[in-house]
């Protein structure tokens, strides 16, 4: 069975400031793939990347970041000088297939982030 | 751009009463879902389907049933409403296995 852990609950921060989102991820497959979804308060997720379980590879796109070591089992997500629209539920996934397969996605339970002005 | 649209944004029903929860995209895709989100649970998969007519129990099918009559549409139904079916519903869809999901707006349905 897929387990994805978001252990943060709710963080807050000054805007500026970095923050770092952690995802620890449970599964049995040798091919796996990592999401992360963000939720603004209009409720939609939308998505934020992908990764496979083959790529380790650091993955940087503006102030977003993201480090994924499978001997630790973790996704975790880096917002540098966060700022005020930054802040919304983020959503950390799990799934066999790229697309989420033909079982979905198994999510973890969300790390509202929250960004102070 | 993929669109899924979602019939309501908000929907407040009496207990024991039958609800259609409408979920529509326009790309063609073959899969979609339905998932309930829940505060501290997260989004937990209640039905998906692969195919026209074809449809699939997901972690949390009790008290709840799907219709895919036609590819762009897939309908969640709640036979007889509870109050602990209080939640927000997401629904999404993907053009294959090796695509991204793309979700719907949300309906938030609370059940009095």
């Known amino acids: 069975a897929q387990k994805v852990t978001q252990a943060q609950t709710e963080i807050s921060v000054v805007e500026k400031e970095d923050v770092t989102l952690d995802c620890v991820y449970e599964?049995?497959?040798?091919?796996?793939?990592l999401f992360w979804y963000k939720q603004p308060p209009s409720g939609e997720l939308v998505f934020l990347i992908r990764r496979n379980s083959f790529d380790e590879q650091n993955e940087i796109s503006g102030r977003y970041s993201w480090n994924f070591q499978k001997s630790t089992s973790s996704f975790n997500f880096t917002i540098t000088a966060s700022q005020v629209v930054d802040s919304a539920v983020y959503f950390c996934?799990?799934?066999?297939?790229?697309?989420?397969?033909?079982?979905?996605?198994?999510f973890g339970k969300g790390t509202h982030l929250i960004i102070q002005p | 751009d993929v669109k899924v649209t979602q019939s309501s944004r908000y929907l407040v029903k009496r207990t024991g009463e039958k609800v259609f929860l409408e979920c529509v995209q326009d790309m063609d895709h073959e899969n979609m879902f339905w998932y309930r989100q829940d505060p501290g649970l997260g989004l937990r998969l209640i039905y998906f389907s692969y195919d026209v007519k074809m449809k699939e129990k997901g972690d949390i099918p009790e008290g709840y049933s799907v219709s895919r009559e036609k590819k762009e549409r897939f309908s969640l139904i709640l036979e007889s409403a509870s109050t602990n079916q209080t939640s927000m519903y997401l629904c999404a869809s993907v053009a294959g296995h090796n695509y991204e999901q793309y979700f719907g707006p949300g309906t938030r349905l609370t059940v009095t």
């Open positions: 996934a799990l799934s066999d297939a790229p697309g989420g397969g033909a079982d979905g996605l198994t």
């Open positions: 599964t049995r497959d040798t091919t796996y793939y």
